[in-house]
Every structure is written in C-alpha cells, then in structure tokens.
C-alpha cells in the first residue's frame, strides 16, 4: 500500500553541539538528511516526501536535493518551533494519501523492511510505531536517588517511523492543539484520544542522531552495511 511521509527536519541540534542544523552534517561524504530521503525515494511503496524545514535552510536544501536527484520531496513546508509544529506544518496538506508515516530526518538507518511492516499495521488497525526492547535495567529517580526498579520486560524504546491513517493523526493533532498540549511524539496524541497504538519491532540500529558521539556509531553502521552489501 502507498504511503506519505512526513520529515520534521526543523530542528536545530542543540544537543549535538554543531555549529549548524545536525541533519546538514555530514556521514561518509553525504549529508544525514539525503541519507534518510534516500530510504524513501527508493522504495517504491512511498508516494511523496513532505518536509519541514527552516526558511533560512531553504535554499542549501532545495540545492541539496537537487545535488542528490531527490524527486519526492514535493514540497518544503516552514516548520515551528517544536517538532509537534513542524509535524502539523505538514500534515494539513491537500491531497495526502489513506496512510501517513512521520519520520525523523535524524534517523537515516531506518530499514525498509520496517516501513513496510509499519504500514501494513496501520492499514489493520490505524496506528503502529516503531520500538526496541530496552537492554538497559531502568530505574526510576528523584534526584540522583533510585525510588524503584521498573519491570524492564514491560518496556519499549519508541522510535520513528510512526505510521497512521491520515485522518487519525489529523484528528490527534487538532485534539492536541485545541488542548494546548505537546508531545514528543505522534504516538501521544494518538494515544491520549484514545486510539490504540501498535507497537512493531524495529532495528537497535535505528538509532536517531541526536549526540556527537552518534556520529562514530553512524559511521561505524555505514561501513558495517558496506561491507556486508
Ligand atoms: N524537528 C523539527 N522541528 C523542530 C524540532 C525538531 O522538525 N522544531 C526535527 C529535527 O530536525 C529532527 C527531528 O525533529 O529531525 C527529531 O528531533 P531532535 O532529534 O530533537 O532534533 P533537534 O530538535 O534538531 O535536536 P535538539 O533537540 O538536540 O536541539
Ligand atoms: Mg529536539
């Protein structure tokens, strides 16, 4: 089934600590963000990209795009000041296919074999997103003091993509804007209107870039999928 995917990349990067929007960095010569559109402009179940960018990032992506032959990218929509915003910049285009993901540019290693999984949920029951099994013991703190240990068994690292049927996630985002609430992800709009979400297993390598230690893993993940072809 066709799909749309929706690409915040407005962000800033504040954690990586550049000197410049961390999607624009580069991994093995190519910018983070063509490695993510590159996903989608290959698999042919994706219809059309829509993007949210910052207006003064405009033009360095238009040529980008242009640089790395991206045809999907139908439209650069201004993004907002968090990424909830720049999600809904997106989301009220005309013309949007049955199924929408949203997908964060900062998560270039996404496997197709995930999307699909994805959207074959959310065509049966509406909602699925993707996680990982937490490796890591969790414990709950106030301060710097444990207050309990969580059952780890019950626990899932969420990632993106997350896939919808269009008009849910329009519904969950005019819910949430009436509401004044923000969220960190589309999952808890969806999730606080009452729709049940599904889970779908997804790769530890999906790994969103998000610290400058990211980089080397990014890289080392690169060479590792050269290598094995
Ligand atoms: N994003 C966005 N608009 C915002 C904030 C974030 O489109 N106002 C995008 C980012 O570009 C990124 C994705 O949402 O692709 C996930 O966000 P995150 O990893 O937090 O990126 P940044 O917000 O850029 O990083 P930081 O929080 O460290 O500043
Ligand atoms: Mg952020």
Request: proline share 3%.
């Given at each position: 089934m066709q799909y749309d995917v929706?690409?915040?990349?407005?962000g800033s990067g504040k954690r990586m600590g550049a000197d410049r929007n961390k999607l624009l960095l580069e991994l093995s010569g190519k910018p983070v963000l063509i490695h993510t559109l590159e996903v989608f402009e290959k698999d042919d179940a994706c219809r059309r990209i829509?993007?949210?960018?910052?207006?003064?990032?405009?033009?360095e992506l238009e040529s980008l795009l242009h640089h790395y032959a991206i045809t999907?990218?139908?439209?650069?929509l201004t993004g907002g000041s968090?990424?909830?915003?720049?999600?809904k910049s997106c989301l009220f285009e005309s013309d949007l296919s049955e199924l929408v993901l949203v997908h964060d540019g900062?998560?270039?290693?996404?496997?197709?074999?995930?999307?699909h999984k994805l959207v074959q949920q959310a065509r049966v029951s509406g909602a699925a997103?993707?996680?990982?099994?937490?490796?890591?013991t969790l414990k709950r703190v106030?301060?710097?003091?444990?207050?309990?240990?969580?059952?780890?068994?019950?626990?899932?690292a969420i990632q993106t993509p997350q896939a919808f049927q269009t008009k849910l996630l329009q519904k969950a985002h005019e819910v949430a804007a009436a509401d004044h609430f923000l969220g960190t992800d589309e999952s808890m709009l969806v999730e606080r209107i009452g729709t049940a979400v599904s889970v779908v297993e997804a790769s530890y390598d999906n790994i969103k870039l998000t610290t400058p230690e990211d980089?080397?893993?990014?890289?080392?993940i690169l060479r590792y999928r050269a290598q094995e072809g």
């Open positions: 929706i690409i915040p990349a407005a829509l993007l949210a960018i910052k207006e003064e990032e405009r033009q999907k990218v139908t439209k650069l968090e990424r909830q915003y720049s999600v900062a998560r270039p290693f996404i496997h197709t074999e995930t999307i997103v993707a996680g990982v099994k937490v490796k890591d106030e301060g710097s003091t444990i207050v309990e240990t969580v059952d780890r068994e019950s626990m899932v980089l080397l893993f990014g890289e080392a």
